[in-house]
């Protein structure tokens, strides 16, 4: 008998076998446990490359949002006393002429130090900001926070000048808008008789909170004409924090920015500072995808075994149909759709199953969340507040020629087992 293949009849003989009863030798039941297999092992690729690609964004956003694309710094060099240094005295002009340069949206002069906050016995180490409020405005992650207290427009503003300080300062110093906090540095006024601690008192005017477990933990910022006599950098500057306006090919602008900056600059630019986190990242990706492919392959073995259970049981069958005129072609495309079926339909569900999952994260996690009494998630320890998720059509695309290409591929041989079998050794004992 000659036809189509996937013939009408191919897909009939196929839908039959598929719903065979646990009388006839437990396929349904071989059949539904490969399903669920295949199922669980999608959306379990799904979700998990879904969370990785939500983490990585989270994780490279706030990183961008509150940091510099490119610091430039100036080599030491010797001032008139014979001293070494590296601060930047012409700062103004070299921040106009790197914000002249196509690709930077903003160039700001910083000055930078760590210092004690106190406030009420509390006590905390904090990184302190020296920058103008124009250029604090500029900074995504602060101007636009996840949740802000104040107003970033009373930044320097007052009697004490107005700071604005990360909610993990805020937490540890159980401090809020309005209060006066004291900053206590070692590296105070030079007197005759050494330098003695400075001690100022300033009113925090705004509490950010940037998505950045330790930028929030320690982040503090002051106006800059503050900071340079807090720090005694009095007409100069630490660095440049230069914001671009594709990170992601920021390479491409370090000529023009060290041309612009001038032959003594150095620059450090943001893939530089956090480089062990993204190659970890991406360790931990790789690692993630080969692992749950595994599980995937595993579920697919399932259908092998429902397939070999089931051309075991329609021996008979086999032959009858070989011998009506069945060719062997017929008899592999009816097993070989018995097994592919199981696998597209899991796939199927799979693929439901993880974009629900990834859509619907923030209350599947809430929930777990609060079931877990709050401590699912460590910010701590995961540098960012929550779970996040995003879906990408090439990450669903890659889970689904997986789970398809392993369906189709563990399907072939058991297929080829029934349609090699010889009719007349299948009824002989019929």
Not at 137 to 144: S, T
Not at 156 to 169: K, L, Q
Not at 376 to 387: C, K, P, Q, V
């Amino acid at each position: 008998m000659s036809a189509y293949p996937f013939s009408r009849f191919e897909w009939m003989i196929a839908w039959r076998y598929l719903r065979a009863k646990r009388a006839e030798g437990g396929v349904s039941v071989m059949t539904w446990i490969s399903l669920v297999g295949i199922t669980l092992a999608v959306f379990a690729l799904i979700a998990t490359l879904a969370v990785r690609s939500g983490f990585r964004d989270e994780f490279v956003d706030t990183i961008l949002g509150a940091n510099a694309h490119v610091t430039v710094y100036t080599a030491a060099y010797e001032t008139e006393d014979g001293a070494l240094s590296d601060a930047i005295t012409d700062y103004r002009e070299m921040a106009d002429r790197v914000a002249e340069v196509p690709g930077v949206v903003s160039a700001a002069p910083l000055v930078r130090g760590q210092v004690m906050a106190s406030f009420r016995g509390n006590n905390s180490a904090v990184d302190v900001f020296g920058i103008t409020p124009e250029d604090l405005a500029q900074v995504p992650r602060v101007a636009d926070p996840q949740e802000s207290f104040g107003d970033l427009a009373d930044f320097g503003t007052g009697e004490r000048p107005g700071i604005a300080i990360g909610s993990g300062v805020s937490r540890e110093l159980q401090a809020s808008v309005g209060d006066t906090i004291r900053l206590i540095s070692p590296d105070g006024a030079r007197t005759a008789f050494g330098t003695s601690p400075r001690v100022s008192d300033y009113e925090i005017v705004y509490v950010f909170t940037a998505g950045r477990y330790d930028i929030d933990l320690t982040r503090l910022y002051m106006p800059f004409d503050e900071a340079q006599t807090y720090f005694n950098s009095e007409g100069a500057a630490d660095e440049l924090e230069v914001m671009v306006a594709d990170p992601d090919q920021v390479e491409r602008l370090l000529p023009a920015i060290a041309e612009a900056a001038g032959p003594q600059s150095l620059l450090w630019t943001w893939k530089e500072a956090s480089g062990s986190f993204l190659r970890a990242l991406d360790i931990e990706d790789n690692v993630m995808f080969v692992i749950l492919s595994v599980l995937v392959l595993i579920a697919a073995m399932n259908i092998v075994s429902g397939l070999i259970m089931l051309v075991k049981n329609k021996g008979r069958d086999i032959g009858i149909l070989r011998t009506v005129g069945l060719t062997e072609g017929s008899i592999l495309r009816v097993f070989f759709i018995c097994g592919s079926l199981t696998g597209i339909l899991g796939t199927l569900f799979g693929v439901i199953l993880g974009c629900a999952f990834a859509i619907w994260i923030d209350p599947i996690f809430a929930a777990i969340n609060g079931l877990s009494g709050g401590g699912a998630w460590d910010a701590s320890i995961r540098g960012i507040y929550f779970l996040p998720a995003k879906l990408e059509a090439g990450d669903v695309l890659s889970a689904v020629a997986l789970s398809l290409g392993l369906s189709f591929i563990v399907t072939i041989f058991p297929a080829r087992r029934a349609a090699r079998m010889n009719p007349v050794e299948a009824l002989r004992y019929e």
